[in-house]
Each structure stands twice: as structure tokens, then as C-alpha cells.
């Protein structure tokens, strides 16, 4: 889609959302806000919707609201909120239905209120503050530790013989705690561009010297992606307060296995 054409979609939402009496509010997120990072071509439609109590089951039963509706080559429910749905031009929309008082169960960074009829704006400043007084609960050690825990089990059952199971650990779950253990501890050059839900997100943009490091990890064999994954580790390991040597080389020790 290009950025024209994005733009003009964006335009449909907002009179959509000023023009349908049953619709609080229309927040964009991540690019779709434009606040940090600009919408490109691959970039989808990252919307909610807030709506009058009781309408919500409305707009997931009857979706001929959406524009462009009639280009709909696929939709489902993903979650009691949230639908994806895809346009016979590759275009996505990701996109939740909440009322007023269901904004208290989300999370969100970049985000616009391009429409607000009621007090949308500062419900979400309030939830913001609060997410922000919270803090980072996140912990370097206790990361590390989860990734070198994610890694045994991995090649535990990679050696096994359950291949794939060890894959979506190794190059899944390690990999996306091992990008949010590089963001804990080395300074990004791109700090706003961080998305702090999905810490994998613009890597290459935020370290991208670390990026370039966890590429080859996509195309190793899983145990060598296993020992690559750890030699990052090690890397980062002067950042990281009580470093678990000893719990590296357990790990090193279950990547190495071979049956006797």
C-alpha cells in the first residue's frame, strides 16, 4: 500500500469513528500513530475502537463497517477484543473493539487519539502514567537465567528427537528474551523506535550492531544457533550483575550432548 493510499484508509477510519454514534473514540497505535516511526509499505492498520456499553458484540457479529469491507479475502476473532483481517491486496488491519471501561485491561506504547468524542485522551494519559510509575519490571539476571533455562529445554528435546519443539525454543522463545536481555543492557541509538510489548520489533534500528550478530542465528542448525544464542550471553555478560558462569557451562555441556 502506499503511503497515499495508507493515509487515505486512515482518513476512512476517522470518518468512520466521527460519523457512527454507537463510536467513543478511534486510537491508532505504532505506526499507524506516527509518533515515533512512519507507516511504509508493509506497514499495517493498528487500530481500536472505544464503543458505547453493549454495542461491542455488535461490531464483531457485522463487520460491514470496516472500509473496503468487500476486499476482504480473510477474518477471524483473535481474541475476545482483537480481529486481524486481510485484504485481497495483501493490506492488514489489527484492530480491538473496547468499550470505556475495557481500556483498563490494555497495554499499549505509541499511540493517537485521532477521535474522541468523551474523556478517551485521558483515560489513556491516566493508564500511561501508571504503566510508566510501574517501571521496567524486567531484570537482567533473572533474563538470562530464563533464556539459559529456555536453551536446556530446547536441546533437551532437540536431542530427544522432537526437532521442531527444540526449534521453537531455541530460535523462538530465546531468541525473543535474548533481544529484550539486549535492550536491558546495552544503549540503543534509536531509543525512541523501541517498542516496549515486543522487544524483537526494529532491532535492526535500535541495535542494529546486535542485530547483525543474531541474524545467522535464523539459518544455523538448531544447536549451533543454541552455542551462537550463548556466546551472545557471554558477551553481554559484564552487564549483567551476579553473571551465572556456572549455569553456562551446564548449558554448554547440554548443547555438546552426544549418547554415549
Known amino acids: 500500500m502506499s503511503p497515499q493510499d495508507y493515509h487515505t484508509y486512515t482518513q476512512l477510519l476517522v470518518n468512520l469513528a466521527t460519523n457512527d454514534s454507537r463510536i467513543l473514540g478511534l486510537i491508532v497505535l505504532g505506526s499507524t500513530a506516527g509518533t515515533h516511526h512512519q507507516p511504509d509499505e ?41 480481529w486481524k483481517v486481510v485484504f485481497d491486496d495483501g493490506h492488514v488491519l489489527e484492530y480491538a473493539i473496547f468499550s470505556r471501561e475495557e481500556l483498563q485491561v490494555t497495554r499499549f506504547h505509541h499511540y493517537k487519539v485521532l477521535v474522541d468524542k468523551t474523556d478517551i485522551h485521558d483515560v489513556l494519559s491516566q493508564l500511561k502514567s501508571t504503566f510508566d510509575l510501574v517501571g521496567d519490571p524486567r531484570d537482567p539476571l533473572k533474563t538470562t537465567q530464563h533464556i539459559l533455562s529456555l536453551l536446556t529445554i530446547g ?41 516496549d510489548l515486543n522487544p524483537s520489533r526494529r532491532l535492526e534500528f535500535t541495535h542494529p550492531q546486535w542485530a547483525v550478530k543474531l541474524h545467522p542465528i535464523i539459518e544455523l542448525p538448531i544447536p549451533d544457533a543454541a552455542q551462537h544464542i550463548l556466546n551472545i550471553i557471554v558477551q553481554l555478560s559484564d552487564n549483567i550483575p551476579d553473571f551465572p558462569v556456572a549455569a553456562i557451562q551446564t548449558v554448554q555441556q547440554v548443547i555438546r550432548y552426544t549418547k554415549s
Open 42 to 82: 508493509w506497514s499495517d492498520h493498528d487500530f481500536w475502537l472505544v464503543v458505547e456499553d453493549d454495542t461491542q458484540e455488535a461490531f464483531h457479529q457485522d463487520l460491514s463497517w470496516i472500509p473496503h469491507y468487500d476486499n476482504i479475502v480473510m477474518r477471524f476473532r483473535e481474541t475476545q477484543h482483537g
Open 155 to 195: 536441546m533437551g528435546r532437540y536431542h530427544r528427537g522432537e526437532k521442531i519443539s527444540g526449534m521453537r525454543f531455541i530460535k523462538g522463545h530465546a531468541i525473543e528474551h535474548l533481544t529484550a536481555l539486549i535492550q536491558m543492557t546495552v544503549d540503543s541509538q534509536n531509543p525512541h523506535l523501541i517498542d
